[in-house]
T-cell receptor, first 110, second 113 residues
Framework: KQEVTQIPAALSVPEGENLVLNCSFTDSAIYNLQWFRQDPGKGLTSLLLIQSSQREQTSGRLNASLDKSSGRSTLYIAASQPGDSATYLCAVDSNYQLIWGAGTKLIIKP | DAGITQSPRHKVTETGTPVTLRCHQTENHRYMYWYRQDPGHGLRLIHYSYGVKDTDKGEVSDGYSVSRSKTEDFLLTLESATSSQTSVYFC????????????FGPGTRLTVT
């Protein structure tokens, strides 16, 4: 059974720092991995989707990498801003269902 | 934002009562999903639909049923609500299935007392 873990559960950093969020999964047989952002009281917004054949995807200050063999993905956020404060979730497409991590709550301090 | 609405946005109900949550989309997407989100569990798939009247179970389907009579509407019913079904429920849509991006509604916070 696929399991997805995100560590740490919470992270607080000063504005301007570069940071890395981690996502690990137990079964490497995935079709893709997706990163989402969730703001309090709101729905989820898709940030990046990495197909299983890809190693990374970039969007603006965000870069996501995928290493299927080790069961890991990282989300790199460059030059963090207070507006980046949110919960970040990763999900893997395993057998045509998304299996989700519990998320990392990120706080960027001005 | 993708045109997805959920109703109601908040609901408090008593144990044993039936509850129906509605998801409405204006994007004409084929796939629709119902998830629940609980602290420490991330999101878990309840049911999904791959077309009108075509639905299937997800990871945590016990106690829930769904219906999709029109492309734009996907209903989630709790036949007899229990306290363990207190959660935030999210609807999502996708044009081409889970291999592609999903777009989420704002969520419904359900409390069963």
């Amino acid at each position: 059974k696929q399991e997805v873990t995100q560590i740490p559960a919470a992270l607080s950093v000063p504005e301007g720092e570069n940071l890395v969020l981690n996502c690990s999964f137990t079964d490497s047989a995935i079709y893709n991995l997706q990163w989402f952002r969730q703001d309090p009281g709101k729905g989820l917004t898709s940030l990046l989707l990495i197909q299983s054949s890809q190693r990374e995807q970039t969007s603006g200050r965000l870069n996501a990498s995928l290493d299927k063999s080790s069961g890991r993905s990282t989300l790199y956020i460059a030059a963090s801003q207070p507006g980046d404060s949110a919960t970040y979730l990763c999900a893997v497409d395993s057998n045509y269902q998304l299996i989700w991590g519990a998320g990392t709550k990120l706080i960027i301090k001005p | 934002d993708a045109g997805i609405t959920q109703s109601p946005r908040h609901k408090v109900t008593e144990t044993g009562t039936p509850v129906t949550l509605r998801c409405h989309q204006t994007e004409n997407h084929r796939y629709m999903y119902w998830y629940r989100q609980d602290p420490g569990h991330g999101l878990r798939l309840i049911h999904y639909s791959y077309g009108v009247k075509d639905t299937d179970k997800g990871e945590v389907s016990d106690g829930y049923s769904v219906s999709r009579s029109k492309t734009e509407d996907f209903l989630l019913t709790l036949e007899s609500a229990t306290s363990s079904q207190t959660s935030v429920y999210f609807c999502a849509i996708s044009d081409l299935g889970v291999t592609y991006e999903q777009y989420f509604g704002p969520g419904t916070r359900l409390t069963v007392t």
